[in-house]
C-alpha cells in the first residue's frame, strides 16, 4: 500500500499531456515512482516501531551500564581485599626475618660471652 496518495492515472495522463510521451513510457514512469515512494517513504506505524525498538535498546544501555558498574565495583573490592592480603603475608615475613635475625643475634652474643669467660 502507497504510503502517500499517489493518482497513477493522473501522472500518466500528465505525462502522456504535457511531456508528449507514449501511453507505455508515461504508465511505465507512473509504476516506477509507486515502486519508489512504496519503498522509501517510512509511515508512522513504521515510525513508531522504531521508536519502540530504540526505546529497547536504551533500556538494555541503562542494563549494561548497570551492570558494569557492579562488576567494577566487584573487581575493586577484589582488588583491596588481595592488597590487604599482601600486605598481611609482607608483615608476617617481617616479624618472621625480624624474629629469627634477633634469635641469630642473641645465640652470637652468648656464644661470644660465653667464649670470654
Avoid at 15 to 36: C, H, N
Avoid at 41 to 70: H, N, P, S
Wanted: hydrophobic share 50%.
Amino acid at each position: 500500500m502507497t504510503a502517500v496518495a499517489f493518482d497513477t492515472l493522473k501522472f500518466a495522463r500528465a505525462l502522456r499531456e504535457k511531456a508528449k510521451l507514449s501511453p507505455e513510457q508515461a504508465e511505465g514512469f507512473a509504476d516506477a515512482l509507486v515502486d519508489v515512494l512504496d519503498g522509501n517513504l517510512a509511515t508512522k506505524g513504521d515510525i513508531r516501531d522504531v521508536q519502540a525498538d530504540i526505546q529497547v535498546v536504551r533500556g538494555d544501555i541503562e542494563a549494561l551500564k548497570i551492570q558494569t558498574r557492579a562488576d567494577i565495583e566487584a573487581l575493586r573490592l577484589a582488588t583491596q581485599a588481595g592488597i590487604a592480603s599482601a600486605k598481611v603475608e609482607t608483615v608476617r615475613w617481617l616479624v618472621g626475618a625480624i624474629g629469627f635475625q634477633t634469635l641469630a643475634v642473641l645465640g652470637a652474643v652468648i656464644t661470644l660471652t660465653r667464649t670470654f669467660h
